[in-house]
Each structure stands twice: as structure tokens, then as C-alpha cells.
């Protein structure tokens, strides 16, 4: 017998797991074993999915309608609900035949990334990014060029430094806003300003708006078409009801595209995974139909939970942790606790100070590196009060002494 030369592709091999769903694995490993693990690594609110949404699932289970394929890129009455809820959310008009329903908004991300970039393509990718971004770019052939900017500047990129990193080689710019990981918020001003930028250099725009509801005090989420309509024919859209209507366990999300683009993303679709299942989109249905009444109780919490955390965040020594304005997380500049020892440990950097707190603190937080850069970490406020107090004052204890 021979035995196969390789036998997990290249290509495979150069992309790592998703630091933070390895992260929240961990964390829940050691809690299972009765460790009292308190994790901040996955986005995930911990609220139940409203009720209404759920009984729109109940009512699609026992329909025989729903037992069988349906058209790979969604439901038509879901694709019309989402166009529908774009202009009625982001003041966008655009025709249901621009919407693909997806498997999350993982697979819209990679979708997107995969119908518009070829190999030795570049894609501006602002950092701190979510870790999915680089890998489905370097999936799709591309190559992905940090752009960074750092707690000085709320970790928001200018023009002036998109323009540096401009090649003839760029095809897209990743806009994210409000932000995972940071939650920075851009202004009008700032998007407006970037989306003009790209028009004006050819460059397409892949823009993921899942956190557009998940806004804080005076921040205003602007759709960077809504700043640049005269983008429309540049754009991808990225969105789902994971993050807005905690479903995150229902796998539904969308991409918007020009018509091309919508075709090349759905023939790999249906090559890929056909249509998502449809309970959960009659549940998506429902929940981009809706009102936003149980999103807005939502926010209240993750309001307070923000505030408290970015204050304790503070109060550690060596941890700089700017105020987040959108999304659920806080991201802490701790250059000024590395080189050090805590615990007994060297700590030199980010990855570092990690496995420290969760070794010795059992608190789960992730590492800057998995974003772009060491010297910074992740911390999701999607999760009660007292566990957030409880954790947060366990690394407070940890570092302070």
C-alpha cells in the first residue's frame, strides 16, 4: 500500500482555528470539568432568542414545505423581508434579487471574498480585525494588508493611512463599523470620508453591518452607503440576525451585492451548501420583520455591562481600555503590563498574559495576536453582570496584587 504523499492540503494547513471559538472552547472544557471558568472570549449574548422569533420557528417545523430544498440563495420572502428592513434600518433601497441568505455571516464573509478577489489581489484590512477576515481572504487568493491604528486613535484607520498602503494591486477595503474586536464606532465624517476614498480609487468596499443596532451613547452607526450612495456597484454588505436578535446558534446571515457578484456567489453556494435550513430562516423571517422592542431591552444591558467593565478594565495596572462605542467587547491596550513577571511568570506578551489569567485567575479572555498584533486583549461583555464583575475583579486581584 502507498500511502497518499500529502495528505491534508497546503492551503489548509496555513489556516489556524478561530482563536476565539478555540477560546471559548477551552473555557467551557474547564468548566465542565468543574473548574470555575468565567469566559469573555466569544461574541455571544447570553439572553434567549425572543419569543416570537421562536414560535415562527415552531410553526415552520410541522410545515412540509419546509422538508424539502428550497432556492440556494434563500427564501424569496426572506431575501424581499431583508431588503425591506435595509431600507427601513440603513436607508438603502435595494431589490430582494441582491440578497443571498447564508450559513451566518461566516459564510457571507467568505462568499464575498470569494466571488470578487484573485490570486495576488490585495485586500486593506483595518486592525485589529476579527480573525475570520484574513484567512477567507488568503482562501480566496488574496492577500491581506494590516492597515493598523491603535488606542490613541480608538483603533480607527484614516484615509491618509489607506492611502499609504495602496498598491495597484488593492482591489477591496474590509470596513468594519461598529467593530469586532475593538467596538470603535467611525463617525459620519470618517465614513463618509473613506467611502469617497475608495470611489474615488476604483476599490471595492466589503462592509459587515452585523453589529448596526449595538450602538452607545452619542455614536451613530452610518452605512457607508448611505455616506457614498455612488458606491452601490463597489459594495458587499455583510450582515445576520446572530449578534442583534441573539442568534447566534441559528446560522442565518445575508450578503447585498451588485447583480455579477450575486450571481457568482450563489452558484458557489449552491455548490457549497445549497440553501440554509429552512426553520431557522422562517425564525430570520420573523426577526427582520419585526419590531426591535427586545433588541433595545438588550442594549440597556450591554450598556451597563460596558461602562463597568471599561471602568474596572482602568483600574489594573499597566491595562489602557479606550470606551467602546458599538458592538460588545472591550479592547485593552497592556503594552505597559508586559515585560514583567505576574504570578511568578515573564510575561512578554499578549498570548502570554493570557494563559497567565487563565491559568492563575481561571478567566478566559483573547489574546491581541489573534487580531493582527500582540499587546492587547479582548474582552466580550456579552455575558451577566456578576460573572463580567466577578472576572474582571479576578484580573484586577491578579495584576494589581
Given at each position: 500500500?502507498?500511502?497518499?504523499?500529502?495528505?491534508?492540503?497546503?492551503?489548509?494547513?496555513?489556516?489556524?482555528?478561530?482563536?476565539?471559538?478555540?477560546?471559548?472552547?477551552?473555557?467551557?472544557?474547564?468548566?465542565?470539568?468543574?473548574?470555575?471558568?468565567?469566559?469573555?472570549?466569544?461574541?455571544?449574548?447570553?439572553?434567549?432568542?425572543?419569543?416570537?422569533?421562536?414560535?415562527?420557528?415552531?410553526?415552520?417545523?410541522?410545515?412540509?414545505?419546509?422538508?424539502?430544498?428550497?432556492?440556494?440563495?434563500?427564501?424569496?420572502?426572506?431575501?424581499?423581508?431583508?431588503?425591506?428592513?435595509?431600507?427601513?434600518?440603513?436607508?438603502?433601497?435595494?431589490?430582494?434579487?441582491?440578497?443571498?441568505?447564508?450559513?451566518?455571516?461566516?459564510?457571507?464573509?467568505?462568499?464575498?471574498?470569494?466571488?470578487?478577489?484573485?490570486?495576488?489581489?490585495?485586500?486593506?484590512?483595518?486592525?485589529?480585525?476579527?480573525?475570520?477576515?484574513?484567512?477567507?481572504?488568503?482562501?480566496?487568493?488574496?492577500?491581506?494588508?494590516?492597515?493598523?491604528?491603535?488606542?490613541?486613535?480608538?483603533?480607527?484607520?484614516?484615509?491618509?493611512?489607506?492611502?499609504?498602503?495602496?498598491?495597484?494591486?488593492?482591489?477591496?477595503?474590509?470596513?468594519?463599523?461598529?467593530?469586532?474586536?475593538?467596538?470603535?464606532?467611525?463617525?459620519?465624517?470618517?465614513?463618509?470620508?473613506?467611502?469617497?476614498?475608495?470611489?474615488?480609487?476604483?476599490?471595492?468596499?466589503?462592509?459587515?453591518?452585523?453589529?448596526?443596532?449595538?450602538?452607545?451613547?452619542?455614536?451613530?452607526?452610518?452605512?457607508?452607503?448611505?455616506?457614498?450612495?455612488?458606491?452601490?456597484?463597489?459594495?458587499?454588505?455583510?450582515?445576520?440576525?446572530?449578534?442583534?436578535?441573539?442568534?447566534?446558534?441559528?446560522?442565518?446571515?445575508?450578503?447585498?451585492?451588485?447583480?455579477?457578484?450575486?450571481?457568482?456567489?450563489?452558484?458557489?453556494?449552491?455548490?457549497?451548501?445549497?440553501?440554509?435550513?429552512?426553520?431557522?430562516?422562517?425564525?430570520?423571517?420573523?426577526?427582520?420583520?419585526?419590531?426591535?422592542?427586545?433588541?433595545?431591552?438588550?442594549?440597556?444591558?450591554?450598556?451597563?455591562?460596558?461602562?463597568?467593565?471599561?471602568?474596572?478594565?482602568?483600574?489594573?495596572?499597566?491595562?489602557?481600555?479606550?470606551?467602546?462605542?458599538?458592538?460588545f467587547y472591550a479592547y485593552v491596550d497592556v503594552t505597559k503590563a508586559?515585560?514583567?513577571?505576574?504570578?511568578?511568570?515573564?510575561?512578554?506578551?499578549?498570548?502570554?498574559?493570557?494563559?497567565?489569567?487563565?491559568?492563575?485567575?481561571?478567566?478566559?479572555?483573547?489574546?491581541?495576536?489573534?487580531?493582527?498584533?500582540?499587546?492587547?486583549i479582548r474582552l466580550s461583555y456579552a455575558l451577566g453582570l456578576d460573572?463580567?464583575?466577578?472576572?474582571?475583579?479576578?484580573?484586577?486581584?491578579?495584576?494589581?496584587?
Open positions: 500500500m502507498v500511502e497518499p504523499a500529502r495528505r491534508v492540503s497546503v492551503r489548509l494547513q496555513a489556516i489556524p482555528e478561530s482563536a476565539t471559538l478555540a477560546i471559548t472552547a477551552k473555557a467551557k472544557q474547564l468548566k465542565a470539568a468543574g473548574e470555575p471558568v468565567i469566559g469573555f472570549g466569544a461574541g455571544e449574548p447570553d439572553f434567549p432568542t425572543p419569543d416570537y422569533i421562536v414560535e415562527a420557528a415552531k410553526e415552520a417545523v410541522v410545515d412540509p414545505a419546509n422538508h424539502r430544498y428550497t432556492p440556494a440563495a434563500g427564501l424569496p420572502e426572506l431575501r424581499q423581508a431583508i431588503a425591506d428592513k435595509t431600507l427601513r434600518d440603513s436607508g438603502i433601497k435595494i431589490d430582494a434579487s441582491q440578497v443571498i441568505v447564508t450559513n451566518g455571516g461566516k459564510q457571507a464573509v467568505y462568499n464575498a471574498f470569494a466571488a470578487i478577489v484573485d490570486p495576488d489581489d490585495e485586500i486593506l484590512l483595518p486592525a485589529p480585525y476579527w480573525t475570520t477576515y484574513p484567512e477567507a481572504i488568503k482562501l480566496a487568493g488574496g492577500t491581506p494588508v494590516d492597515v493598523f491604528a491603535g488606542a490613541e486613535a480608538e483603533y480607527k484607520v484614516t484615509v491618509e493611512q489607506l492611502e499609504a498602503a495602496r498598491t495597484e494591486k488593492t482591489k477591496a477595503l474590509v470596513f468594519v463599523s461598529p467593530s469586532n474586536p475593538t467596538g470603535s464606532v467611525y463617525t459620519p465624517e470618517e465614513t463618509q470620508a473613506i467611502g469617497q476614498w475608495a470611489l474615488d480609487n476604483g476599490i471595492w468596499v466589503i462592509t459587515d453591518e452585523i453589529y448596526e443596532h449595538l450602538v452607545y451613547d452619542e455614536a451613530i452607526f452610518t452605512p457607508i452607503l448611505k455616506a457614498v450612495p455612488d458606491l452601490a456597484n463597489q459594495t458587499i454588505i455583510v450582515n445576520g440576525v446572530a449578534k442583534t436578535y441573539a442568534m447566534t446558534g441559528w446560522r442565518v446571515g445575508w450578503m447585498i451585492a451588485p447583480a455579477d457578484v450575486v450571481k457568482a456567489a450563489s452558484t458557489l453556494q449552491s455548490h457549497a451548501t445549497s440553501n440554509v435550513n429552512n426553520i431557522a430562516q422562517k425564525a430570520a423571517l420573523a426577526a427582520v420583520s419585526g419590531p426591535l422592542d427586545a433588541v433595545k431591552e438588550m442594549l440597556k444591558a450591554f450598556d451597563e455591562r460596558r461602562k463597568t467593565m471599561v471602568k474596572m478594565l482602568n483600574e489594573i495596572q499597566g491595562f489602557h481600555c479606550p470606551t467602546p462605542k458599538g458592538a508586559l515585560g514583567k513577571d505576574i504570578a511568578g511568570q515573564h510575561v512578554e506578551t499578549s498570548a502570554e498574559l493570557a494563559e497567565v489569567i487563565l491559568e492563575k485567575a481561571q478567566v478566559a479572555v483573547v489574546p491581541g495576536e489573534a487580531f493582527g498584533k500582540t499587546g492587547y460573572d463580567l464583575t466577578e472576572g474582571v475583579a479576578r484580573i484586577q486581584k491578579l495584576i494589581n496584587g
